[in-house]
C-alpha cells in the first residue's frame, strides 16, 4: 500500500475511533434524566421535529454514499473521511439539539414527545455505531470480501429504517403520535380482553377429582397434591369449573374492560386528535402529558388483573380491577374538559350518571367524519322514536344497546 493510502486509511481510523466516542458520549446524555440539563439553553428554538426530520434524512443521504464507497473498488479513505466528518459535525449534533429544544421547551412540547425522539434518536447513534464499526474491518482487510459487502449494506438499511422513523415524528407530530401510542394500548386492552374470555369460555375441568397418568395413587406422597397440580395445569388453558363466583368476577371484569376501551376511543377522538400545542393554549402540553401517563399505565394494571385471575386469586383480581376502573375513571375527570377550557360533547356525556358508560358508549354514537353512522342514528330511528315516546336521550340508547336489540349496535359498543 503507498505511504499516502496508508495515511489516508490511519486517517479514517481515527476519524472513525472519534466518532465512535461522540456518540458514546451523545448515548450516555440520551440516557441521562435530562440532557438539556447538562447544555446552555437554545435561544428561540425552531421546531425541534423539524431539526429530527432534516438530520435524518441528510444522515439517509451520507450513510448511503459511505455504504457505496465501503463496498466498491477502488476503496477510498479519503473520501469516507470527508462525510464521516460532515456526519459528525452536523447531523449527530442537530439531533441531540432536536432532542435538546423537546426537553427545553416544556410547554410545548409533551414529555412524551421529548422521550419518544430520545428513544428514537438513541435507535439512530446505536445503529450508526454499527455501521462506523464495519466500515473500520473494510478499511482493515478484516471486512473485504462478499461477507463484508452483506455486512455493509445490511447496516446500512437498518440504519434507513431508524432514520425513516426519526423522520416519521414530524408527520405525526404531537397530535398523531398521541393517537398511534393510545391505539396500541388500546389494542392491547382489546386482546387482553379476548384472551380472557377464551380461557373463561374454554374447555374447562373440575378443579378436583381429576388424574394425571403421571399422578398414580400407589406413589407416595402425591395424593395430597393432585388437586394443587390440577388447578394448576387446569388454570394455565381455562377456568376450573367448580369455580362460579369466579366466573362471575371474570365476566365482570371483562365488562369493565370493555367500557376502558370504549373510554379510549373517546379521548383519542375528542381530546388526542384535536390536540393543539401549548404555544396557543398554555397549560396544554403537561395535562396531555397527564392523559398519557395514565392511558399507559391501564395496560399494565389489565395485564397485572390476568395474572391474578390465571393464579385463582379471586381476591387479588377484586383489588386489581378496582384499581384499574378508579385510574380510568381518574383520566376520564383529567380529560372532562377540552383544552381551551370549555364544556364539549365529551364533558356532557361524564356529567351523566354512570360516567365510565354513558360518556364512551356516546362517543361510539356520534357519526364519524368518514360519514358512517354512529349509534345516536341507528337507535335513534322512528321506531325507536315511536317506542320510547320521543324520548330519545342516551340513558334509554345505552339501555337499548344492552339489551341487544340491535345486533349490529351492540356489536360496534
Not at 455505531?129 to 449494506?153: C, P, Y
Not at 374447562?204 to 388437586?227: F, I, P, R, T
Not at 392523559?291 to 399494565?300: E, F, N
Request: hydrophobic fraction near 40%.
Amino acid at each position: 500500500m503507498p505511504p499516502s493510502a496508508a495515511a489516508d486509511v490511519q486517517a479514517l481510523d481515527a476519524l472513525i475511533t472519534s466518532t465512535l466516542a461522540l456518540l458514546s458520549q451523545f448515548t450516555t446524555s440520551l440516557a441521562a434524566t435530562s440532557a438539556a440539563s447538562t447544555s446552555a439553553a437554545i435561544k428561540g428554538p425552531p421546531n425541534p421535529l423539524d431539526i429530527l426530520s432534516d438530520a435524518s434524512r441528510l444522515l439517509k443521504a451520507h450513510v448511503t454514499k459511505i455504504s457505496l464507497l465501503a463496498i466498491n473498488k477502488p476503496f477510498t479513505p479519503s473520501a469516507i473521511t470527508t462525510i464521516i466528518r460532515e456526519v459528525a459535525g452536523t447531523c449527530l449534533p442537530a439531533m441531540m439539539s432536536a432532542v435538546q429544544i423537546c426537553e427545553q421547551e416544556e410547554t410545548i412540547w409533551p414529555e412524551f414527545v421529548g422521550k419518544e425522539a430520545q428513544l428514537r434518536v438513541r435507535r439512530v447513534f446505536r445503529e450508526m455505531e454499527s455501521l462506523l464499526k464495519e466500515v473500520r474491518n473494510i478499511s482493515q482487510g478484516t471486512g473485504a470480501g462478499l461477507g463484508g459487502k452483506r455486512d455493509s449494506l445490511s447496516c446500512t438499511g437498518v440504519v434507513w429504517e431508524a432514520c425513516d422513523a426519526l423522520a416519521e415524528l414530524r408527520k405525526l407530530g404531537i397530535a398523531g403520535l398521541a393517537v398511534q401510542k393510545a391505539e396500541q394500548w388500546r389494542d392491547t386492552i382489546k386482546d387482553a380482553i379476548e384472551e380472557l374470555k377464551e380461557w373463561m369460555e374454554g374447555e374447562a375441568l373440575d378443579s378436583e377429582g381429576q388424574k394425571d397418568a403421571l399422578l398414580d395413587s400407589d406413589d407416595e406422597g402425591v395424593d395430597g397434591d393432585a388437586d394443587s397440580f390440577d388447578d394448576i395445569f387446569n388454570a394455565a388453558n381455562s377456568m376450573p369449573a367448580d369455580r362460579p363466583e369466579l366466573k362471575v368476577l371474570v365476566e365482570k371484569a371483562v365488562e369493565k374492560l370493555r367500557r376502558v376501551g370504549l373510554l379510549y376511543n373517546a379521548l383519542i377522538k375528542r381530546r388526542l386528535k384535536v390536540y393543539r400545542s401549548a404555544g396557543e393554549v398554555k397549560g396544554n402540553a403537561k395535562r396531555v402529558d397527564e392523559i398519557m401517563v395514565d392511558l399507559r399505565a391501564i395496560p399494565h394494571m389489565i395485564d397485572e388483573l390476568a395474572s391474578t385471575f390465571y393464579d385463582l386469586d379471586e381476591e387479588r383480581a377484586r383489588i386489581v380491577l378496582d384499581k384499574c376502573v378508579a385510574r380510568a375513571k381518574g383520566v376520564a375527570t383529567l380529560a372532562a374538559k377540552s383544552y381551551d377550557g370549555n364544556d364539549d360533547e365529551f364533558t356532557e356525556a361524564r356529567a351523566d350518571a354512570n360516567q365510565l358508560d354513558v360518556c364512551m358508549a356516546r362517543e361510539s354514537m356520534a357519526p364519524d367524519k368518514g360519514g358512517k353512522k354512529g349509534l345516536r342514528e341507528t337507535y335513534g330511528g322512528p321506531l325507536f322514536l315511536k317506542r320510547t315516546n320521543g324520548m330519545c336521550n342516551d340513558g334509554l340508547l345505552l339501555d337499548a344497546i344492552r339489551r341487544g336489540k340491535r345486533k349490529q349496535g351492540k356489536d360496534r359498543v
